[in-house]
């Protein structure tokens, strides 16, 4: 019964790739998150997303774009794949700003991105 | 945004008791949380606080001054699996509403 879950754990590819990453999660949460995290492991966010907004980190490439088919689901794809984007790519969710002031987030075990 | 500063790495004995500080700069505090992560695996939260105080859980404990920009997550009877990267997020009331993290405190327990 895994809460937040992603696919694929480890991801080896090419320069120049368009590669997508999956995330699910069953806690029943409206908010979900992307993050990277650097060699430095410094967590950075990436979006913000529940049905009703997305919010970009606006340091973001626009070849990283997010995709939510459903409420449970939020994926990333990335587009032309630069040595840069190599890090680990974290999922999360939260109950959202309604659930109150904790709003706790839940993380994904990650996803090992290397770019070639 | 804020600005959030902790020790890179400390290092502890097993069964002592260490602090690891956290110092931010926000316009508007709403919330600092503490998150453990083990190498290769995800973060997990660990506490919350918003109001002043200490919030006590267990061996770990987590101490927030509003006034001061600061909170310490204080860990009691270190065992060798706390060595671990720990993480201080603080929300900002402005509109994300989403924490910014701390580049984290790798913390090494030694027997």
């Known amino acids: 019964d895994t809460a937040v879950s992603q696919t694929p754990k480890y991801l080896v590819t090419q320069m120049g790739n368009d590669k997508s990453i999956k995330c699910e999660q069953n806690?029943?949460?409206?908010?979900m998150y992307w993050y990277k995290q650097d060699s430095k492991k410094f967590l950075k966010i990436m979006f913000s997303?529940?049905?009703?907004?997305?919010?970009i980190n606006e340091t973001v490439p626009n070849r990283f774009s997010p995709k939510s088919p459903d409420k449970a689901h939020l994926n990333l794809h990335i587009n032309s794949l630069e040595l840069g984007d190599s890090a680990v790519y974290f999922c999360a969710s939260s109950q959202g700003r309604s659930a109150g002031a904790t709003d706790t987030q839940y993380f994904g075990p990650g996803t090992r991105l290397t770019v070639l | 945004g804020q600005n959030i500063d902790q020790p890179t790495e400390m290092t502890a004995t097993e069964g002592a008791i260490v602090q690891i500080n956290c110092t931010y700069q926000?316009?508007?505090?709403?919330?600092l949380f503490w998150y453990q992560q083990h190498a290769g695996e995800a973060p997990t939260f660990l506490s919350y606080?918003?109001?002043?105080g200490l919030e006590e859980k267990g061996r770990f404990s987590s101490f927030l001054s509003r006034s001061k920009g600061y909170s310490y997550l204080l860990l009691k009877e270190l065992q060798m699996k706390d060595s671990a990267s720990y993480l201080c997020?603080?929300?900002?009331?402005?509109?994300?509403?989403?924490?910014?993290f701390g580049r984290g405190t790798s913390l090494i327990v030694h027997p």
């Open positions: 997303y529940n049905n009703k907004e997305l919010i």
């Open positions: 606080n918003v109001l002043d």
């Open positions: 806690l029943g949460h409206d908010t």
């Open positions: 926000t316009s508007g505090f709403n919330g």
């Open positions: 997020a603080v929300r900002d009331r402005g509109g994300s509403y989403i924490p910014t």
